[in-house]
């Protein structure tokens, strides 16, 4: 289970609130292979509140909502080195744009190609996402630099080839027979 690892982990480097937690490390740092919804984060927050891995503080704020911030405990501190020395399996694939794909020959060549110009424009997309995570990198953290960018980089190669192969499947699919 990653995702609170992964909050552990985030609130090793500073106390965060929930939404902090989704808006400035997650959306801005991790999203390219770990994702997640508030609800989710909120969920995970209270789990390791219950744990013992985090604390929580009320910080009173008179011209907005009261903020509740997150901090990591020793706890968790030690609950996270655990998990970091942890083997991870790789993951089982699942991706419902290929279960389409693969049933795909009942529609027209038209309409498969739509679908997978409509993936080819998603992955462009996040091309461009990496590009501006590349940008954040100021230098002054060396080595958790280095290892973000190993995981930027991964996330750049698999859509680079993912781009590729889209190509390839729109040139196969118009060459086919309606």
């Keep these: 289970m990653s995702l609170p690892h992964a909050i ?6 500073m106390p965060m609130t929930g939404y902090d937690l989704k808006t400035q490390a997650f959306d801005k740092s991790i999203a390219h292979f770990w994702s997640a ?3 989710q984060i909120y ?16 910080e009173i704020q008179h011209d907005r909502p009261n903020r509740r911030v997150y901090s990591i405990t020793d706890a968790g501190r030690a609950e996270f080195a655990r ?18 794909l693969f049933f795909a020959a009942q ?25 501006a995570l590349e940008s954040a990198f100021d230098g002054d953290h060396p080595r958790e630099e280095a290892l973000a960018r190993l995981t930027l980089d991964l996330g750049e190669r698999i859509t680079e080839t993912y781009i590729a192969w889209l190509e390839d499947a729109i040139a196969l699919v118009k060459a086919l027979p309606s």
């Design 37 to 39: 919804v508030l609800p």
């Design 107 to 131: 529609l027209r060549s038209d309409e498969i190609v739509a679908l997978l110009e409509g993936q080819l424009a998603a992955r462009q997309e996040q091309r461009a996402r990496f590009a």
């Design 43 to 58: 969920r995970e927050l209270e789990r390791i509140e219950e744990k013992g891995w985090a604390t929580s503080s009320i």
């Design 8 to 13: 552990l982990g985030i609130l090793g480097y």
């Design 83 to 100: 998990w970091l020395h942890e083997f991870q399996p790789p993951p089982a694939h699942r991706e419902a744009f290929l279960i389409q």
